[in-house]
């Protein structure tokens, strides 16, 4: 099997040549994107190893089909950037790596948090300059307040878990419900409901089309004075327009992004020394209120591991033609 792999970071790399050998495939590491300007590149290989900002559509997967792929393996749960259709009408399989530490992503939610309310990366700079001022530095308890969790499979679950933690009550919104979360007391409402009760919203569910712009000026509109969104799951579940809007409006009073929509144009790459084009993310980077990482929810050692190992086991599944438990159809 020859493998090729897209949009590869050194940090991939490592955690691929440390489990690599195990499988003995044919690796070859492309540091670009997969899109249907880089399709070309795929010709001799058998799988192509995507990641979240990979551009997997019609026109790639027609050219996929021509080259010769016969797997698309991703290294991420999310799968909004794969046509499967066209993947099925090419007789191309689609994989995934289902869960790799949703502790991982639980955790970073609850990094960006306490990190917009109690200001430590405000609080780290200002100590570091001497300036030992509490000034503007006033944060809100956790314990008592009403969060919001939209989405509750298995970040949502493990969210739910932590900030219960700290003494949150939890309303919830999902097509299905979660027993182990009922028992923890969790209250599913109807996602109106849900916004208007919450102080702290965050989302953890999939980008579909009926998630797609879920944050949009009518649903910004029925939430609290102030709100604290948080979003680790899929950038257009906002709309980045009506958030701005409301961030100006005073109506959203904290914003807490680690995906963004238009992100596959700048995050993962360092930008330092480059001109943004990106109007949208520098008005987002001008409130004193908003936080944003560059899609970094995932990146644990042990989230690594097990994006690693799993992709090859889905890859060698294939190759035997075994059951492929993780196929997305
Ligand atoms: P999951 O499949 O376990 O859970 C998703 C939940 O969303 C399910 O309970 C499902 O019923 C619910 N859902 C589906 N449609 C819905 C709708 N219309 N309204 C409300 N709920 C709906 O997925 P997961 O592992 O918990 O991951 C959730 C998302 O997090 C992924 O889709 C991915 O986009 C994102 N993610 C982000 C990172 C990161 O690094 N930032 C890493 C992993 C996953």
């Keep these: 099997m020859k493998i090729g792999v897209f949009s590869t970071k050194p940090y991939d790399r490592e955690y691929f040549e440390k489990y690599e050998n195990t499988h003995h495939y044919s690796v070859t590491y492309f540091e670009t994107a997969l899109n249907s300007h880089t399709a070309g590149l795929t010709v001799g290989f058998d799988v ?9 559509g019609k026109d790639t997967i027609e050219q ?7 797997l698309i393996a991703l290294r991420c749960a999310g799968y909004n950037n794969v046509d499967l259709k066209s993947a099925k009408k090419h007789n191309i399989k689609v ?28 609080a780290y ?13 006033i944060g809100f308890n956790l314990s008592g307040k009403t969060v919001g969790v939209i989405g509750t499979g298995q970040i949502g679950i493990a969210f739910c878990r932590i900030i219960k933690g700290f003494g949150c009550n939890i309303v ?24 208007q009760r919450s102080d702290i919203l965050s989302l953890h569910c999939p980008l579909n089309p009926k998630t797609k712009h879920l944050v949009n000026e009518e649903s910004i509109a029925l939430m609290k004075d ?37 992100e596959e144009n700048l995050f993962f790459e360092d930008l330092s020394e480059s001109i943004i084009q990106d109007d949208q993310i520098l008005r987002l980077n001008s409130f ?42």
Excluded: W
Excluded at 125 to 137: D, I, T
Excluded at 294 to 310: L, P
Excluded at 312 to 322: M, Q, R, S, T, V
């Design 48 to 56: 192509v190893c995507v990641f979240v900002n990979d551009s997997v």
């Design 64 to 70: 996929l089909s021509k080259n010769g792929i016969k």
């Design 95 to 122: 994989v995934r790596v289902p869960a790799y530490s949703p502790e991982a992503v639980a955790e970073h939610t609850v990094a960006l948090i306490l990190t917009l309310n109690r200001k430590t990366h405000k």
């Design 125 to 137: 700079n200002r100590v570091r300059e001497g300036n030992f001022s509490l000034k503007n530095l």
């Design 172 to 195: 919830a919104f999902d097509i299905t419900k979660s027993e182990e979360l009922v028992k923890l007391g969790v209250q599913y409402l109807p996602l109106n409901e849900v916004l």
């Design 226 to 262: 102030g709100v604290m969104v948080i979003n680790t799951s899929r950038g257009a579940l906002i709309n980045t327009v009506d958030v701005i809007q409301g961030l100006s409006d005073k109506k959203i009073g904290y914003l807490g992004i680690d995906v963004y929509e238009q």
């Design 288 to 329: 004193p209120n908003v936080l944003i990482t560059s899609h970094q929810a995932y990146f644990t050692k042990e989230a690594m591991e097990q994006i690693t190992t799993t992709t090859l086991n889905n890859i060698e599944a294939f190759d035997k033609g075994l059951e492929l438990k993780n196929e997305v159809t």
